[in-house]
């Protein structure tokens, strides 16, 4: 069982990274940020192409994966939301371009690369470099480069000026506006932001699988990572690493449990729907002004 906690935990803080990179667009933009599952599995392809098929070492293709993922992200707010936001669309609106926007990004990746799966024998190397008591050398990884991101992220939202701005614009972005300040910069940073933690939780998911099948696993990431936000509290940044523990945690105890994969879902929203009964904002939540 501890051997099953220990890996719900780094389970859980790829989970976290998801969550984040959802929740900066969400709270600082109100999109629901569907697009956000295309982003991850473009970053698995990203990866897959850099380390096995150009053969880089495997730390630089993730770091070009996530610059490249960084990039689309803020080419997504620039063609596709912001024009919408300053159209002053619904968020109906938005939320079905995003989908748009998810299924184009899916579509040309499998184009492209004419393969569903993608089987990254090249991580093997990690195990060259760090290994751990019973994990494997890229769950050590997973967790010594996940975790400190998550803090340091956690930390720039609470402390910097521009984690107050991003809290700031949530919480009502035309006084913001009214202010003097420029929407447009903090929307940008969100969505580079956002890109950045999406495509490491992607690429270091991708260290530690034998195959990714992309369509299908990033949407069923994303679901599990949007759970995870909803779990810790929707508005609160700190509640994306809770949440993400306890999805981590739900899912590979229910492994342990039960080898029926169905039971996998059935915990973790079943989990979530009783936490939302008893606490509808969410672990770390707290009840929204409504003027």
């Not at 992200?73 to 159209?87: A, H």
């Amino acid at each position: 069982m501890l051997q099953f906690i220990i890996n719900g935990l780094i389970t859980g803080v790829l989970y976290s990274l998801m969550a984040i990179g959802f929740s900066l667009v969400y709270n600082t933009t109100k999109v629901f940020h569907i697009a956000a599952a295309g982003i991850w599995g473009f970053a698995t392809y990203m990866y897959y192409l850099f380390s096995v098929k150009i053969g880089l070492p495997v730390f630089a293709a993730i770091g070009i994966a996530i610059v490249i993922s960084m990039g689309l992200s803020l080419i997504i707010e620039l063609v596709v939301y912001r024009p919408f936001y300053k159209k002053k669309a619904s968020t109906g609106v938005m939320m079905i371009a995003s989908i748009g926007v998810m299924t184009v990004i899916d579509s040309l990746t499998m184009i492209v690369f004419e393969s569903h799966d993608l089987t990254p024998t090249h991580v093997d190397g990690l195990g060259n470099y760090w290994r751990l008591l019973d994990l494997s050398a890229e769950q050590c990884w997973q967790l010594a480069i996940g975790l400190p991101a998550l803090v340091i992220v956690l930390v720039f939202l609470k402390r910097t000026g521009w984690g107050s701005q991003f809290r700031a614009i949530s919480a009502d972005e035309h006084l913001y506006a009214s202010l003097g300040y420029n929407i447009f910069h903090v929307r940008t940073l969100a969505f580079v932001l956002s890109g950045c933690f999406i495509a490491l939780s992607s690429c270091l998911y991708i260290c530690g699988s034998q195959s990714v099948r992309s369509y299908t696993e990033s949407l069923n990431f994303f679901v599990l990572a949007l759970a995870a936000m909803v779990i810790g509290g929707t508005h609160r940044f700190g509640g994306c690493l809770i949440g993400g523990m306890v999805v981590g945690l739900a899912q590979e105890i229910s492994k342990g449990v039960w080898s029926d994969a169905n039971w996998l879902d059935l915990v973790i929203f079943g989990l979530t729907i009783i936490i939302l009964l008893f606490k509808t904002e969410g672990i770390l939540g707290h009840k929204q002004r409504s003027v």
